[in-house]
């Protein structure tokens, strides 16, 4: 089984930067060996995908991201991350890493991003 701890979310202004973190624990040896991806839930909508991390698939993003989002991987810290830049209000919301393994999808709590105007 495998669990993800996020964190590093919080207030930041329009057109600020963040970096999100995911920490994977469980019966895992590498994280390079899973697909991670982060997604977001937006007040009043439906959760959305935002990125993958893959070695399979390699690192894919949502258009609404691409250009301005990074995802990348620390296997020694088992660690997941999302560099965001030039955020917008619009991308205040939840988000949230996931991952799935032998057919078990796995989800943290979430960390709260809040961007201002």
């Known amino acids: 089984q495998v669990q993800l701890v996020e964190s590093g979310g919080g207030l930041v202004q329009a057109g600020g930067s963040l970096r999100l973190s995911c920490v994977v624990s469980?019966?895992?040896?590498?994280?390079?060996?899973?697909?991670v991806c982060w997604h977001r839930q937006a007040p009043g909508k439906q959760r959305e995908f935002v990125a993958l991390?893959?070695?399979?698939?390699?690192?894919k993003y949502s258009v609404a991201v691409k250009g301005r989002f990074t995802i990348t991987r620390d296997n020694a810290k088992k660690t997941v991350y999302l560099d965001m830049n030039r955020l917008k209000p619009e991308e205040t919301g939840v988000y949230y890493c996931?991952?799935?393994?032998?057919?078990?999808?796995?989800w943290g709590q979430g960390t709260q991003v809040t961007v201002a105007s």
């Open positions: 469980g019966s895992i040896s590498s994280i390079n060996d899973i697909p």
């Open positions: 991390a893959s070695s399979v698939d390699g690192n």
């Open positions: 996931m991952t799935s393994r032998r057919g078990v999808t796995s």
